[in-house]
């Protein structure tokens, strides 16, 4: 799907679209997968089904299928990879939301919301398991070596995004986090999405220097979507009120208060117990106008240029194009 020039939706609308194609089969199977299990206890399978009335996981089947493609194969060929991959997401979602303690996204309850963390844990419990043992069956399919190889990827990747999660941990309620040290962060989670494509490669039979580039472009665009996330939690009033409570604070707001000038302003209408419409239009035009947030929205564009370069390798011209849009998309209107 490639935007022409009488297209009225912006590049993000494009891109999702065409990635909510790309994993409706997949969402159904999963979906499908887990509601014929018999759980033995009720409140579980009803927090299964409350959790898929607000579940939706485009990207991770999303960038499987386009890694897959862009060595040459048809992802369609390839559902149970790319399940595994969206239920181990979803494991890691829900305990996420633990951690966080997140009850409630968009104005759904989430699980822990609704249910409690008990439920929650075994819930994601049970995603991972299924994930992991669909991941088994279709990886026994390939050559021993690859085989091998992507349970490798899965475990380096995985603990990589863990570490960072654990990491985060300590970071929570302090104004004085390193914005160089929580951007590490932010590039070891991304470890997840470099796991979608390096793994969409390997089972689309690509080579080695076909998988490195996918999973350098995953690296890529999974930390371009992340901090894409951190701008949009200071124009959103209250995710940033939880992250300033609960979390760290948003990576624009960490780079701003670098400044010496600035620092004492922002810790002024940070030290509020709850920002009002006000506090944040009055916060936004400190950091968004900051030297420190430009220069970041400059090193954003450098790494899309790299993903434009390694992607003049895939002969797919469509597949191609989208991969160009997903990171060029990241940087729209900030």
């Known amino acids: 799907m490639i935007m022409n020039e009488k297209d009225s939706r912006n590049l993000s609308q494009v891109v999702m679209e065409e990635m909510d194609i790309r994993s ?115 990886a026994d399919k390939l050559p021993r070596e690859r085989s091998d190889k992507a349970f490798s990827v899965l475990k380096t990747l995985f603990f990589e995004v863990g570490n960072a999660h654990a990491s985060e941990l300590s970071m929570k309620h302090k104004f004085g986090v390193s914005p ?62 939880h992250r300033i409570q609960s979390e760290t604070l948003p990576v624009p707001i960490l780079y701003s208060l670098q400044v010496k000038e600035l620092k004492k302003e922002i810790e002024e209408i940070l030290d509020k117990k709850r920002l009002g419409a006000q506090d944040i239009h009055r916060l936004l035009d400190i950091v968004m106008n900051s030297s420190p947030v430009e220069a970041l929205r400059k090193h954003m564009k450098g790494l899309v240029i790299i993903v434009n370069d390694l992607s003049r390798k895939i002969p797919n011209v469509e597949t191609r194009k989208l991969l160009n849009n997903m990171v060029t998309c990241t940087l729209e209107d900030l």
């Not at 996420?96 to 609704?114: A, M, Q, R, Y």
């Not at 997840?192 to 039979?205: C, K, N, P, Q």
């Not at 995953?218 to 951190?230: D, H, N, S, V």
């Open 24 to 138: 409706r089969r997949c969402q159904k199977f999963v979906r499908t997968l887990l509601l014929s299990e018999k759980f033995e206890y009720e409140k579980l399978r009803e927090a299964l089904k409350h959790y898929f009335t607000y579940w939706n996981d485009p990207s991770h089947p999303g960038l499987f299928s386009v890694a897959c493609e862009a060595v040459g194969c048809d992802p369609t060929n390839q559902i149970e990879p790319e399940a595994a991959l969206s239920m181990l997401a979803a494991a890691f979602d829900l305990h996420d939301d633990i951690i966080d303690g997140s009850k409630s996204k968009n104005g759904v309850p989430t699980v822990l919301g609704k249910y409690g963390p008990e439920i929650t844990l075994l819930l994601g419990n049970a995603f991972m398991t299924y994930g992991f043992t669909l991941m088994g069956k279709a």
């Open 180 to 241: 160089r040290q929580y951007m590490r962060i932010i590039e070891k989670k991304a470890a997840s999405t470099e796991a979608d494509m390096r793994i969409g490669a390997l089972f689309g039979g690509g080579n080695a220097e076909e998988i490195d580039a996918m999973a350098r472009c995953g690296r890529i665009l999974g930390t371009l979507a992340m901090l894409r996330e951190e701008f949009i939690d200071v124009f959103d009033k209250e995710e940033l009120n």
